[in-house]
């Protein structure tokens, strides 16, 4: 058999192997087990173990999971924190093993195609991190998205439940359960770390930096001047949720203002990367020379590779200034 066929077919199994385990949820015997244990130990605890029990949990759930793969990323604990915002129940080591498989698959890609080994696992291995690491930010812009959107709605929950006379940590288990979404699954962490012997200032401060948006901060800094100088709370909350409102009309108003100029940014940046692919997908032989080294070119670039680069370079300057005249801070 051609060692090249069977050095694709290896990789390409180590591929669906990688992605098997990193997307493969726990065992099903081991989750009735720790269903059962906990259901037990809820019954036959006093109330100073089941504090202990709750803070033992709180510091295994905080404490990342590493593994073979996670030992080799430089920053762990951005990455965990950037995981940790998208909402998901994803493990630094299933991350990991994600993109080790997205890279094998994209090398044997390559080579399937007729790429030289060089140019496929330099290809392989920008999809294989970079794919992930943006489908993560996409992830996370959508959920602060639907928190941003919700939060005005929460905090006049708030305001009406201590017009009724509940007090603060009480409406914030209100909302926890009442509003959907990220918003509840924020403040619902909130609580549960009131419960284990936190501080309000302190959870809040820890949601506040995990989401680092302006809102979640106006909220806690609201609380905090509130509590220092006193004054009518329920007031104070109707108001920031007033200028929260506003705030995201205005956003929304320049976001239609601008949507022209971002259009046109997405295709003057996008459309020759389309070209490119669509021509070696289609015709690759017209396009091996870009993929093809060169011994006697600069540093082994041909010279077609040379002005591709130039061109990448020369776009990547022309979109960042686009980039930068339609971006707008409110």
């Known amino acids: 058999m051609d060692p090249k066929l ?38 036959n605890l006093s109330s100073e173990n089941q504090i202990e ?21 430089p920053n762990p604990d951005n990455l965990v924190k950037r995981l940790r915002m998208t909402g998901k129940k994803w493990t630094l080591n299933q991350f990991m093993l994600a993109c080790a498989g997205i890279t094998l698959g994209a090398v044997a890609f390559g080579l399937i195609r007729g790429w030289s080994p060089l140019t496929a696992i330099l290809v392989g291995t920008a999809v294989g991190l970079g794919g992930p690491h943006k489908y993560v ?75 680092g948006t302006a809102e979640i901060q106006f909220f ?9 100088t006193g004054g009518n709370l329920a007031e104070t909350l ?35 990367f389309i070209v490119f692919a669509l021509i070696s997908w289609l015709n690759f032989s017209y396009m ?3 993929f093809t080294p060169d011994p006697n070119g600069l540093f082994g670039f041909s010279l077609m590779q040379i002005v591709g680069l130039g061109g990448m370079c020369w776009m990547g300057i022309g979109v960042f200034i686009m980039s930068q005249m339609i971006n707008f801070e409110v």
Not at 12 to 34: C, D, E, I, W, Y
Not at 59 to 66: G, H, L, M, V
């Open 238 to 272: 109707a108001n920031l949720a007033n200028v929260l409102r506003q705030r995201a009309q205005m956003k929304l108003k320049i976001k239609a203002m601008s949507s022209e100029a971002k259009a046109s940014a997405w295709i003057l940046g996008c459309l020759p």
């Open 53 to 73: 029990a709750r803070m033992r949990k709180a510091i295994a759930t905080a404490r990342p999971t590493t593994g073979a793969l996670a030992s080799l990323v």
């Open 220 to 228: 806690c800094i609201t609380l905090a001047i509130q509590r220092e």
């Open 288 to 290: 091996a020379s870009f």
């Open 137 to 211: 930010g996409f992830l996370i812009a959508r959920r602060i998205q639907k928190f941003t959107v919700n939060f005005p709605d929460a905090l006049e929950l708030m305001v009406r439940g201590l017009r009724s006379g509940l007090p603060i940590a009480e409406t914030l288990s209100v909302v926890s359960t009442e509003i959907p979404g990220p918003v509840g699954e924020e403040f619902r962490l909130v609580t549960e770390r009131i419960k284990i012997g936190r501080t309000m200032d302190q959870a809040l401060a820890e949601t506040a930096e995990r989401l």
């Open 6 to 43: 069977i050095l694709l077919l290896l990789m390409s199994g180590s591929a669906m192997v990688l992605l098997a385990l990193a997307f493969a949820g726990p065992s099903t015997g081991k989750a009735q087990s720790r269903r059962l244990a906990a259901a037990v130990a809820r019954h």
